[in-house]
């Protein structure tokens, strides 16, 4: 039987909430929403069978594409193999390499990726990464990837591995055999670009090979033959350990502090090119530990410092400034606008050495 979800009874008592575990705020959130959309919302019911929850709505055609994902590095010359049985799966993850640029290619087992790939390699067109699906039958993808480890002639690919949740109590097995990196299910394009670009420059910096070319010139990594020190003072872990992950992959040694006091004391002691400097922080915030620097009676008070602040109005700005920072940044960080600006100070300290 067919019925439409109608509100609950204002004033519910006790009983009638205890017995249908909630007070159906939520259905009633659900029905205005569909309402909303110019829909309805409702069930198919039968004793004995079971429940249908459906619901219609209107939506209009979008006009536009979605906005491109940004990548630092350009993956038009990267090959990648795709691994899985899944027709519908392969194709859809050799779309999102494919809509990127990349050139992807896939297959359903291993028997025909070692065939793949050790053509590819034949060609002298090796492929640069293998993206295996974690369930192929068996242990399969964990013999793969101790196969593109350990065999000669396929390329020496790195393995990156697609999960679902429930096969995390894979991953320690996975990385024994080899695999560079793990990717979960359902993916995202955005993820499945940056992670392979992430997993080839780390393989590249490891073997002192060649990495990716970066798309801006302005944000190729940091030289290591050069190296170009940064001290981030940032009282939010999570804020903090993002910040340096990203500053490490563009090539930047990096020192950390979680407050303006400390931050202060790490400028006195030690020598840093330039001071990432989070606005609010305990003990001394942003502003106070940079007046701080500023004041210092040596050299270093002339050390580049860029403010980082969720608070992105131009008065938040001027007040930056006016303390003395050079730069600055909003938050949440962005990794493009991130790595422009230490290019910016990066090519600006480059130019004052060559000229003196």
Same mark, same amino acid.
């Given at each position: ?59 209009? *055609? ?52 070692? =065939? ?13 990464? =293998? ?27 790195? +393995? ?24 979960? *299910? ?27 070319? +970066?798309?801006? +010139? ?56 330039? =001071? ?27 050390? +580049? ?39 910016r100070w990066r090519e600006s300290d480059l130019t004052l050495r060559a000229a003196s």
């Amino acid at each position: 039987m067919a019925k439409r979800f109608e509100p609950p009874i204002a004033g519910a008592g006790r009983a009638e909430v205890r017995r249908h575990g909630g007070t159906g705020l939520g259905l009633a959130i659900s029905q205005r929403l569909v309402r909303y959309m110019q829909g309805e919302i409702g069930l198919d019911s039968r004793t004995g069978v079971g429940s249908t929850f459906w619901f219609t709505a209107v939506f209009g *055609k979008q006009e536009t594409q979605p906005p491109p994902v940004v990548l630092l590095y350009d993956l038009s010359e990267v090959a990648v193999l795709v691994v899985d049985d899944n027709p519908m799966g392969r194709r859809l993850t050799e779309a999102q390499l494919l809509g990127a640029g990349v050139m992807a290619a896939g297959v359903a087992d291993m028997a025909a990726a070692v =065939v793949e790939l050790r053509q590819a390699q034949q060609r002298g067109r090796p492929y640069r990464a =293998v993206f295996i699906d974690c369930q192929l039958p068996g242990e399969e993808a964990e013999v793969l990837i101790a196969r593109l480890r350990q065999e000669p002639g396929l390329g020496d690919p790195l +393995p990156l591995v697609m999960l679902s949740g429930q096969e995390r109590t894979r991953i320690p097995r996975l990385k024994d055999a080899g695999a560079a990196a793990y990717l979960e *299910k359902p993916l995202r394009q955005e993820a499945l670009l940056r992670r392979l670009a992430v997993a080839i420059e780390r393989h590249a910096e490891r073997a002192d090979g060649d990495g990716l070319a +970066p798309r801006d +010139p302005a944000l190729r990594p940091a030289s290591r033959h050069q190296p170009y020190r940064v001290l981030l003072a940032e009282d939010n872990p999570v804020n903090r350990l993002l910040a340096k992950a990203l500053l490490q992959r563009g090539g930047y040694e990096v020192e950390t502090v979680d407050n303006g006091q400390q931050a202060v004391e790490a400028v006195v002691h030690g020598h840093y090119d330039v =001071v990432l400097m989070d606005v609010h922080m305990p003990e001394m915030d942003g502003i106070e530990a940079t007046r701080r620097i500023r004041e210092l009676d040596s050299q270093r008070r002339e050390t +580049p410092i860029v403010a980082m602040t969720a608070n992105a109005l131009e008065e938040d700005r001027q007040r930056c400034i006016a303390a003395g920072m050079n730069d600055y940044m909003a938050k949440p960080i962005d990794e493009a606008e991130l790595l422009r600006i230490l290019a910016r100070w990066r090519e600006s300290d480059l130019t004052l050495r060559a000229a003196s």
